[in-house]
């Protein structure tokens, strides 16, 4: 079955950077768009970034263009999220998730906290 | 950037009822929206995909409609299992945009 299992979430210090990874299986994950969705503690759902199928487009959220960076290896069925210039109002739970074209967000992962605190 | 204006923020009903919940478009999204049930503590399920689409597994009490500008979710015959709070989302444009949510509660 489709599965997507994030890592390396984490409290980090303001200005810090973090890398988070989301592991994909059960799927051609070659075929698939995958984006990030965070939701800071009690608050609504928003969209990060994606990095489409074979990670020649990638596109962000205004809030974190030029800090936040996508990334994804096909051969490993990963993608990553490196996170730079913390600051507080990135804490939040993140969410990878699969997209079919068209479709919306049909599988996601557990999700993984960051925290940023000094 | 499109944003997306859900109504009611909260809503309170009983086992049995039926509910909407709406959703609108700063601009037209065509019939690209979803909507979401989110548990405390769990990730976003997909219900509702392209405004009307069924996900696979889905319960039929389960129905979405609208295009361009305006959207619902309806639910009928609310079961217990259903109080969770509710989310539509545009993905037409990059950044794809979601609503504020809307929390459906236990009268």
Same mark, same amino acid.
């Given at each position: 079955q489709v599965q997507l299992v994030e890592s390396g979430g984490g409290v980090v210090q303001p200005g810090r950077s973090l890398r988070l990874s989301c592991a994909a299986s059960g799927f051609a994950f070659s075929n698939y768009d995958i984006h990030w969705v965070r939701q800071a503690p009690g608050k609504g759902l928003e969209w990060v970034a994606v990095i489409s199928y074979d990670g020649s487009n990638k596109f962000y959220a205004e809030s974190v263009q030029g800090r936040f960076t996508i990334s994804r290896d096909n051969s490993n069925n990963t993608v990553s999220l490196q996170l730079n210039t913390l600051r507080a109002d990135d804490t939040a739970v993140y969410y990878c998730t699969k997209a079919p074209q068209r479709w919306g967000f049909d599988s996601w992962g557990q999700g993984t906290l960051v925290t940023v605190s000094s | 950037d499109i944003q997306m204006t859900q109504s009611p923020s909260t809503l309170s009903a009983s086992v049995g009822d039926r509910v909407t919940i709406t959703c609108r478009a700063?601009? $037209? !999204?065509? !019939?690209?929206l979803a909507w979401y049930q989110q548990k405390p503590g769990k990730a976003p399920k997909l219900l509702i #995909?392209?405004?009307s689409s069924l996900e696979s597994?889905?319960?039929?009490r389960f129905s979405g409609s609208g295009y361009g500008t305006d959207f619902t979710l309806t639910i009928n015959s609310l079961q217990p299992d259903d109080f969770a709070t509710y989310y539509c989302q545009q993905y037409? $444009? #990059?950044p794809y945009t979601f609503g504020q949510g809307t929390n459906l509660e236990i009268k």
């Open positions: - | 700063s601009q $037209t !999204i065509n !019939i690209w #995909y392209r405004a597994g889905v319960s039929s037409k $444009t #990059y």
